[in-house]
Nanobody
């Protein structure tokens, strides 16, 4: 399977952006899509996860109440609506697909397929 992110850009602090992750090709065997971010010089960390079976979602504490992950089965996409953006949200955002039963955002090593990322830049 392949994943393609879109929707990154530059906004001022307090603003909003919507990222999307489109899946193509075979993704059988995966039951979740997650978003991760990686700021310069830091490790990749989880932001949110959407189970495509059952619909459960989980968020990192740093984004709870500000980010919302949703799926559109008809379009085979998973989106991340981000509001109340902060300068510390500046990072490359990646979507990834995997299979598991976590009750939190899993570590990056748990995911099977990755997109190439989209850059989000927040100015203060």
């Amino acid at each position: 399977g392949e994943l393609q992110e879109a929707g990154g850009g530059s906004v001022q602090a307090g603003g909003s952006l919507r990222l999307s992750c489109a899946a193509s090709g075979a993704t059988d065997g995966n039951n979740c899509v997650a978003w991760f971010l990686q700021a310069p010089g830091t490790e990749r960390e989880g932001v949110a996860i959407q189970y495509t079976v059952g619909g459960a979602t989980y968020y990192a504490d740093s984004v709870k109440g500000r980010f919302t992950i949703t799926e559109d089965n008809a379009k085979n996409t998973v989106s991340l609506q981000m509001s109340g953006l902060k300068s510390e949200d500046t990072a490359m955002f990646y979507c990834a697909a995997g299979f598991g039963a976590w009750t939190r955002v899993p570590p990056p090593t748990a995911m099977d397929y990755w997109g190439k990322g989209t850059l989000v830049s927040i100015s203060s």
